[in-house]
Protein backbone atom coordinates (compact mmCIF):
# COMPACT_ATOMS: atom_id res chain seq x y z
CA UNK A 1 0.00 0.00 0.00
CA UNK A 2 1.08 3.37 -1.34
CA UNK A 3 2.31 4.91 1.87
CA UNK A 4 2.77 9.12 2.69
CA UNK A 5 4.02 10.95 4.94
CA UNK A 6 2.18 14.07 5.54
CA UNK A 7 4.62 17.18 7.15
CA UNK A 8 2.01 19.51 8.78
CA UNK A 9 3.26 23.48 9.01
CA UNK A 10 6.83 23.18 10.29
CA UNK A 11 7.12 26.37 10.00
CA UNK A 12 9.05 29.10 11.59
CA UNK A 13 6.35 30.97 13.63
CA UNK A 14 5.15 27.83 15.16
CA UNK A 15 8.87 27.25 16.52
CA UNK A 16 10.13 29.21 19.63
CA UNK A 17 11.14 32.54 18.42
CA UNK A 18 8.35 32.70 16.41
CA UNK A 19 4.68 34.82 16.37
CA UNK A 20 2.82 31.94 17.02
CA UNK A 21 5.60 29.61 18.92
CA UNK A 22 4.12 26.23 19.84
CA UNK A 23 6.29 25.38 22.81
CA UNK A 24 9.65 22.61 22.06
CA UNK A 25 8.17 23.38 17.91
CA UNK A 26 12.00 22.93 16.57
CA UNK A 27 12.23 19.34 18.16
CA UNK A 28 10.05 17.88 15.58
CA UNK A 29 12.48 18.66 12.90
CA UNK A 30 15.47 16.24 13.19
CA UNK A 31 13.06 13.09 13.90
CA UNK A 32 10.81 14.36 10.50
CA UNK A 33 13.70 14.36 8.37
CA UNK A 34 15.03 11.30 9.70
CA UNK A 35 11.77 9.24 9.06
CA UNK A 36 11.57 10.57 5.03
CA UNK A 37 13.33 8.15 3.98
CA UNK A 38 10.64 5.38 5.04
CA UNK A 39 7.90 6.81 2.90
CA UNK A 40 6.94 6.46 -0.85
CA UNK A 41 6.19 9.46 -0.86
CA UNK A 42 6.58 13.40 1.46
CA UNK A 43 4.03 15.89 1.20
CA UNK A 44 4.30 19.01 3.33
CA UNK A 45 1.91 21.45 4.30
CA UNK A 46 2.52 25.60 4.51
CA UNK A 47 -0.11 27.91 6.65
CA UNK A 48 -0.51 30.56 4.26
CA UNK A 49 -2.38 33.57 5.39
CA UNK A 50 -3.15 37.20 3.79
CA UNK A 51 -2.39 40.21 5.98
CA UNK A 52 -5.16 41.00 7.67
CA UNK A 53 -6.56 37.31 7.82
CA UNK A 54 -9.91 36.74 9.62
CA UNK A 55 -8.21 34.54 11.65
CA UNK A 56 -5.66 36.82 13.27
CA UNK A 57 -7.09 38.84 16.36
CA UNK A 58 -5.31 42.02 15.37
CA UNK A 59 -8.46 42.09 12.50
CA UNK A 60 -11.14 41.92 14.72
CA UNK A 61 -11.56 45.53 17.41
CA UNK A 62 -11.18 44.61 21.03
CA UNK A 63 -9.93 40.98 20.53
CA UNK A 64 -7.14 39.69 21.48
CA UNK A 65 -4.84 36.89 20.85
CA UNK A 66 -6.80 33.42 21.78
CA UNK A 67 -10.30 34.94 22.47
CA UNK A 68 -13.06 33.20 20.42
CA UNK A 69 -15.23 34.81 17.74
CA UNK A 70 -18.20 33.44 15.73
CA UNK A 71 -17.51 32.86 11.73
CA UNK A 72 -20.09 31.96 9.60
CA UNK A 73 -18.96 28.69 9.71
CA UNK A 74 -19.27 28.58 13.23
CA UNK A 75 -16.49 29.20 16.57
CA UNK A 76 -13.10 30.16 15.72
CA UNK A 77 -10.16 30.83 17.71
CA UNK A 78 -8.35 34.37 17.36
CA UNK A 79 -4.60 34.06 17.12
CA UNK A 80 -1.67 36.53 17.11
CA UNK A 81 -0.82 37.14 13.10
CA UNK A 82 1.33 34.41 12.13
CA UNK A 83 2.51 32.61 8.93
CA UNK A 84 1.88 35.54 6.61
CA UNK A 85 2.15 34.59 2.99
CA UNK A 86 6.02 35.94 2.39
CA UNK A 87 7.40 36.59 5.06
CA UNK A 88 10.34 34.24 7.39
CA UNK A 89 7.59 33.59 9.92
CA UNK A 90 5.75 31.79 6.92
CA UNK A 91 9.07 30.07 5.61
CA UNK A 92 9.58 26.38 6.84
CA UNK A 93 12.53 25.62 9.73
CA UNK A 94 15.96 26.25 8.01
CA UNK A 95 16.67 22.84 8.78
CA UNK A 96 14.02 21.18 7.45
CA UNK A 97 14.05 18.78 4.63
CA UNK A 98 12.12 19.82 1.93
CA UNK A 99 12.74 18.00 -0.63
CA UNK A 100 9.55 16.62 -0.72
CA UNK A 101 6.73 15.40 -3.47
CA UNK A 102 4.65 18.46 -2.82
CA UNK A 103 3.67 21.75 -0.66
CA UNK A 104 0.20 21.96 -0.23
CA UNK A 105 -0.92 25.63 1.63
CA UNK A 106 -4.00 26.46 3.09
CA UNK A 107 -5.60 29.42 4.69
CA UNK A 108 -5.24 31.63 1.95
CA UNK A 109 -8.29 32.81 1.61
CA UNK A 110 -9.26 36.06 4.49
CA UNK A 111 -12.67 35.02 5.35
CA UNK A 112 -11.79 31.50 6.30
CA UNK A 113 -8.92 30.06 8.25
CA UNK A 114 -8.13 26.29 7.68
CA UNK A 115 -6.49 24.05 10.04
CA UNK A 116 -6.88 20.81 8.36
CA UNK A 117 -4.86 19.75 5.05
CA UNK A 118 -7.86 18.47 3.43
CA UNK A 119 -10.90 21.12 4.21
CA UNK A 120 -11.12 24.71 5.24
CA UNK A 121 -12.78 25.43 8.48
CA UNK A 122 -16.41 25.20 6.78
CA UNK A 123 -15.38 21.35 6.79
CA UNK A 124 -16.52 22.02 2.70
CA UNK A 125 -14.31 23.90 0.82
CA UNK A 126 -11.56 21.39 -0.37
CA UNK A 127 -7.47 21.70 -0.76
CA UNK A 128 -7.80 19.39 -3.68
CA UNK A 129 -4.75 16.87 -1.71
CA UNK A 130 -7.43 14.38 -1.80
CA UNK A 131 -7.67 13.72 -5.44
CA UNK A 132 -3.79 14.59 -5.43
CA UNK A 133 -3.14 11.77 -2.84
CA UNK A 134 -6.23 9.56 -4.43
CA UNK A 135 -5.28 9.47 -8.08
CA UNK A 136 -1.21 8.78 -6.94
CA UNK A 137 -2.67 5.90 -5.17
CA UNK A 138 -1.76 6.50 -1.63
CA UNK A 139 -4.12 5.20 0.81
CA UNK A 140 -2.00 5.38 3.69
CA UNK A 141 -0.82 8.27 5.53
CA UNK A 142 1.21 9.12 8.92
CA UNK A 143 1.34 12.63 10.02
CA UNK A 144 3.54 14.92 11.77
CA UNK A 145 4.33 18.04 12.42
CA UNK A 146 2.92 21.36 14.61
CA UNK A 147 0.37 21.91 16.08
CA UNK A 148 -1.07 18.32 17.31
CA UNK A 149 -4.23 20.03 18.74
CA UNK A 150 -5.03 22.52 15.51
CA UNK A 151 -3.93 21.34 11.99
CA UNK A 152 -2.52 17.98 12.84
CA UNK A 153 -5.93 16.81 14.62
CA UNK A 154 -7.97 18.94 11.96
CA UNK A 155 -6.11 16.88 8.83
CA UNK A 156 -5.80 13.18 10.72
CA UNK A 157 -9.57 13.50 11.27
CA UNK A 158 -10.29 14.57 7.86
CA UNK A 159 -8.32 11.88 6.38
CA UNK A 160 -9.58 8.97 8.30
CA UNK A 161 -13.10 10.10 7.19
CA UNK A 162 -12.24 10.24 3.49
CA UNK A 163 -10.66 6.75 4.09
CA UNK A 164 -7.05 7.19 4.24
CA UNK A 165 -5.98 4.64 6.86
CA UNK A 166 -4.74 7.27 9.36
CA UNK A 167 -1.51 7.13 11.48
CA UNK A 168 -0.08 10.22 13.59
CA UNK A 169 3.37 9.60 15.37
CA UNK A 170 2.71 11.92 18.35
CA UNK A 171 7.11 11.88 19.36
CA UNK A 172 6.87 13.63 16.20
CA UNK A 173 4.58 16.43 17.09
CA UNK A 174 3.89 19.10 19.34
CA UNK A 175 0.99 20.75 20.63
CA UNK A 176 -0.40 24.49 21.52
CA UNK A 177 -2.72 23.04 24.15
CA UNK A 178 -5.50 25.95 24.84
CA UNK A 179 -7.68 24.88 27.63
CA UNK A 180 -7.45 21.02 27.56
CA UNK A 181 -7.42 21.04 23.34
CA UNK A 182 -4.50 18.46 23.53
CA UNK A 183 -6.65 16.00 25.07
CA UNK A 184 -9.96 16.74 23.61
CA UNK A 185 -7.73 16.40 20.36
CA UNK A 186 -6.71 12.75 21.07
CA UNK A 187 -10.18 11.67 22.05
CA UNK A 188 -11.67 13.00 18.52
CA UNK A 189 -8.31 11.35 16.60
CA UNK A 190 -9.22 8.26 18.77
CA UNK A 191 -12.92 8.65 17.50
CA UNK A 192 -12.14 8.14 14.38
CA UNK A 193 -10.02 5.57 13.99
CA UNK A 194 -7.11 7.23 13.67
CA UNK A 195 -3.93 5.54 15.32
CA UNK A 196 -1.80 7.34 17.56
CA UNK A 197 1.97 6.20 18.17
C1 LIG B 1 -2.19 26.29 13.24
C2 LIG B 1 -3.31 27.79 14.53
C3 LIG B 1 -3.42 28.66 13.46
C4 LIG B 1 -1.48 24.95 13.16
C5 LIG B 1 -2.30 27.13 12.16
O1 LIG B 1 -0.64 24.77 12.26
O2 LIG B 1 -1.80 24.08 14.00
N1 LIG B 1 -2.70 26.62 14.41
N2 LIG B 1 -2.91 28.31 12.28
ZN1 LIG C 1 -2.89 29.76 10.75
Known amino acids: MTHALLVIDVQNDFCPGGALAVPGGDEVVDPINAMMQDF ?48 NGAAFHSGLRIDGDLIIRKGFRSAIDSYSAFFENDQTTPTGLEGYLKTRGIRKLTLVGLATDFCVHFSAVDAARLGFDVTVRMDACRAIDLDESLASAELAMRAAGVTLI
Open 40 to 87: DAVILTQDWHPAGHSSFASSHAGKSPYDMTEMPYGPQVLWPDHCVQGT
